[in-house]
């Protein structure tokens, strides 16, 4: 019987069983795309998920992050992270990355999926293998979570990323938020010759058509993509309970509010640590108390700045009240980082 069998070979999958082999388990990822696996990522990474991907042992090349900036065209406010620089990386190049720590440490990466779940007293069945542990990080529509009827109906309205890259020197070592009336768009350096720009909205549609939106980026950023477009959504993914028996959820397969405030990946490393330390300690239970406590200041600031958005009149004074007041402003990006 081995220790732990992660569904998904996503970065969360992965940090996942980078922490449980350096912690002496046995882990096997089982994983249906040959990697590097890409998806609609904004690929900016906090400076505790820089922090964290270091305490993994994993090196990614990519651009140091000074801080978020704000825009809507008429007001720009910014603030610097405090303690350390974010990371901006193409999630191929952090896929490649954690894929090759990982085989440092001896994981198994297989090809498959857990398509049906059978849990024991002592072990659950999965995949043809009998762990002790099975973590889901099957992403944002997480099959096993479905399996284990552990999903909630999702409230308000729905919303959706689009991504793609464009072959242009990063202007800036900020990752700009461009506001408009439906949407926000992301603009991540990550690399000396390629940014990435992510479309976050409520409307369904091409991704020129929701660029369009943001007339100054796309001017400045021209015509020419590098990479084809991704996307992903409904976003908001609500969940039951993290844990159910012997089987955790880690990274987005454990709910998911919206990517507003960008810190999808960072907060996946951390809670890929929160999880093994409880399986460590012989005590599961406690990853549900663990990743809420992880996870509460996203929520909160992500869950306010969405409903912000929802109407009109407070969805236009997000930028300006930034702008007015740095100090709030800058708090808040620190209370994200």
Known sequence: MIDVLVAGGGPAGLATAIHAAAAGMEAVVVEPRPGPVDKACGEGLMPTGAAALRELGVEAEGRPLRG????????????????GHG?????????????RRAA?????????????????????????FTARWLVAADGLHSPVRALLGLELPGRGPRRYGLRQHYPIAPWTDFVEVHWAADGEAYVTPVGENLVGVAVLTSRRGAFPERLAAFPSLAERLGGSAATRVRGAGPLRQRVRSRVAGRVLLVGDAAGYVDALTGEGISLALQSARALVGCLRT????AYESAWARLSRRHRLLTGALLSARRHPATARLIVPAAYRVPALFGAAVRALQ
């Open 282 to 285: 012989g005590t599961p239970q």
């Open 68 to 83: 978020i900036r704000y825009l809507d065209g008429r007001h720009e406010a910014q603030a610097d992270f405090r303690g």
């Open 104 to 128: 440092e440490l001896g994981v198994r990466v297989v090809p498959g999926r857990v398509s049906e779940v059978r849990q024991r007293t002592d072990g659950v069945e999965a995949a043809g």
């Open 87 to 99: 990371l901006g990386v193409r999630r191929t190049v952090l896929h490649a990355a954690l894929s």
